[in-house]
């Protein structure tokens, strides 16, 4: 009901804003169209004529397929040549749903069926025969509307590995400049950051005492501080910063698409869902996709490009008939590759959400369950855009080492001034508490995604096998020891009389501790590598993205991702879409 009043609450003061500054401007007369002296105007919110479906051209030469992060800076870039006439498909539809702009509204777009695919993973044995929900955005702006944002590049090495696989044109040094060119930068611009890009990356705007006692502790057992995470190495503690701009979500369709949806040479279809893609004489020639219970074919005349994510891109590639030839020919499937790679390779970050009971200090436990608490925090962010609701995932970050002998951190903590049993799916503890979480950023275990039936309509299945390789069992007990290592052990918390309420300090055993742990695990959101870059027999597309075996179509997204970066996959995907753009540009 709170959740009620204050939607309606904010959603009236943006419209009032909105149409004050309209006003303004149509007195002025300077330019009615110039959207960018709207604070929200940038956004989706109440604008429902955003994104009007046109039928001026029915001829396109580059076809891309979905618009999340990757695909939007495509619809970005390749339009800003007119002669090239793009359209971009996607099967959510537009992001006019005020709480996916924001941010703490991941809260309400996660799991539910307007914004979310609402994908489930398989049981794995490992995890206890758990199957987890696996949020994937699905609405313009893709995963990039719906997700915490953070804003991490990851290491410099994981470049670098990528580059030792054979793979020209990616190593850190390659791909810095796309990350400078995708940013705009709130710290202004230096060696590592850019200002005037589309993506705007700013500070939190947020500070609590819980998060500097970690920052504290940490620095105590040998974890430095650091106030930039996006330079490479990344080792220490520090607050995350966000996609945000104003204390609004930066989605990519924010930043990339609406500033240019009205091109000429640009059309979007949105709750168009892609069935297939046909070729001729291994050539990528059309689309077919269902829109208004309607099916339909349009034509490519140079490239299709597949942006649907890392369970969305290989899952068409399997319809359309690339993939592994013996499970698509039981499908009924006409073969076009026989491709062993693709849907396989899957990895994702597998997050460990430890809760530690406090004392004299303060968690938001007890502010977010109380009426005039909640009112609190919704008028501090109505009137000065900051507090709890322009919250990403997590506020602090910490980049560590699971034991000495690793060259690099292999291990990220995202920590959380709450608790509660089961993340976006039940109440805060009514208790003060706060979830230092851990993950290991270099798992070993790896996945796989199938289709099930050759109709796209129907969900693959997604099988992580999380925790399925020691490697990642030891890292893992080493991770939740460290944690306990910082909270218990420092002289920092010593105050505040820390108490593991989960799994609990009982549990010394690593095998054990892990087996607890993971009744609570949950993912990070950062499925990758399901199309990958290489070559190899098991790679899908060459360095320049394209795909193995066929003409005229690339994969652009996080599916490419040979090896999953060591952090948050957005920034990522939107620096592979940029160098894709451009090598399309070149070709
Ligand atoms: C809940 C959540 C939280 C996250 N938090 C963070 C974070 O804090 N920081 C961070 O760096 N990363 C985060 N991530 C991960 C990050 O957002 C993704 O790695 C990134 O957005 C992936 O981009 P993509 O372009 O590969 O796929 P997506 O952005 O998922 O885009 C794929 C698009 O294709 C569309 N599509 C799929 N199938 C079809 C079809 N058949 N027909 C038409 N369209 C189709 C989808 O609807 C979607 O719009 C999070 C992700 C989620 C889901």
């Not at 009112?375 to 980049?399: D, H, K, N, W």
Request: aromatic letters at 8%; glycine letters at 8%.
């Amino acid at each position: 009901m709170i959740f009620f009043i204050l939607y309606i609450f904010l959603s009236l003061c943006f419209f009032i804003k909105e149409k004050l500054s309209q006003i303004n401007k149509i007195k002025t007369t300077t330019n009615i169209l110039n959207v960018n002296l709207i604070s929200v105007g940038n956004t989706g919110i109440l604008n429902f004529c955003h994104y009007k479906r046109s039928n001026l051209m029915e001829n396109f030469d580059y076809i891309i397929i979905g618009a999340g992060s990757a695909g939007c800076v495509l619809a970005n870039r390749l339009s800003e040549n007119p002669n090239n006439k793009i359209l971009l498909i996607e099967a959510g539809g537009k992001d006019s749903y005020p709480w996916i702009h924001i941010p703490v509204g991941y809260y309400k777009t996660m799991h539910n069926p307007k914004t979310d695919w609402c994908y489930k993973t398989e049981p794995d044995k490992t995890m206890e025969n758990r199957s987890i929900p696996y949020p994937r955005g699905k609405t313009l702006g893709g995963s990039s509307s719906i997700n915490g944002l953070l804003y991490i590049r990851g290491q410099e090495q994981d470049y670098d590995i990528w580059r030792q696989l054979g793979n020209k044109g990616w190593s850190w040094n390659d791909v810095l400049p796309y990350f400078l060119k995708a940013e705009n930068q709130e710290r202004g611009p230096s060696e590592f950051h850019g200002i005037g890009g589309p993506l705007s990356v700013s500070d939190q705007r947020i500070k609590l005492s819980i998060l500097d006692a970690f920052m504290n502790a940490a620095e105590e057992i040998g974890i430095p501080k650091v106030n930039d995470f996006n330079r490479g190495n990344n080792h220490g503690c520090g607050y995350f910063q966000v996609t945000e701009k104003n204390g609004l979500r930066c989605s990519a369709a924010v930043g990339y698409l609406n500033p240019i949806k009205n091109r000429k040479n640009l059309e979007i279809k949105t709750r168009c869902h892609v069935e297939k893609i046909n070729f001729e004489n291994k050539k990528a020639v059309s689309v077919s996709c269902w829109k208004d219970g309607q099916s339909f074919t349009i034509k490519a005349n140079k490239e299709i490009i597949l942006s649907a994510g890392s369970i969305g891109s290989p899952q068409i590639l399997q319809t359309s008939g690339i993939g592994e030839a013996k499970k698509l020919n039981n499908l009924e499937i006409d073969i076009v590759k026989n491709s062993i790679g693709v849907g396989k390779n899957l990895q994702d970050h597998l997050m460990f959400r430890p809760v530690y009971k406090v004392k004299n200090i303060q968690t938001l436990n007890k502010k977010i369950n109380s009426l005039i608490g909640k009112l609190m925090i919704g008028m501090e962010y109505v009137f000065f855009r900051s507090g709890p609701m322009t919250m990403g995932a997590s506020q602090l970050c910490g980049f560590a080492k699971s034991d000495s002998s690793r060259e690099t951190p292999n291990l990220q903590f995202h920590v959380q001034p709450i608790s509660t049993d089961k993340l976006g799916g039940s109440n805060l503890h009514n208790f003060a508490a706060f979830t230092p979480t851990v993950a290991n950023i270099r798992p070993t275990s790896k996945g796989e995604v199938n289709i099930t039936s050759k109709d796209s309509r129907i969900n693959p299945k997604i099988k992580m096998n999380y925790l399925s390789s020691d490697e990642d069992r030891r890292v893992a007990a080493a991770g939740l020891k460290l944690i306990r290592k910082i909270v218990l052990e420092s002289n920092e918390f010593k105050k505040y009389e820390p108490e593991e309420f989960r799994p609990g300090i009982s549990i010394q055993n690593d095998e054990e501790l892990v087996r607890a742990a993971s009744n609570y695990a949950q993912t990070i959101f950062h499925p990758v590598g399901t199309c990958k870059m290489g070559n190899d027999e098991s790679s899908v597309v060459s360095d320049e993205l394209k795909v193995h075996g066929v003409k005229n179509l690339r994969v652009i997204d996080a599916s490419v991702m040979p090896n999953i970066t060591s952090g948050n996959t957005n920034a990522p995907t939107i620096m592979i879409a940029e160098k894709g753009a451009d090598m399309i540009l070149n070709n």
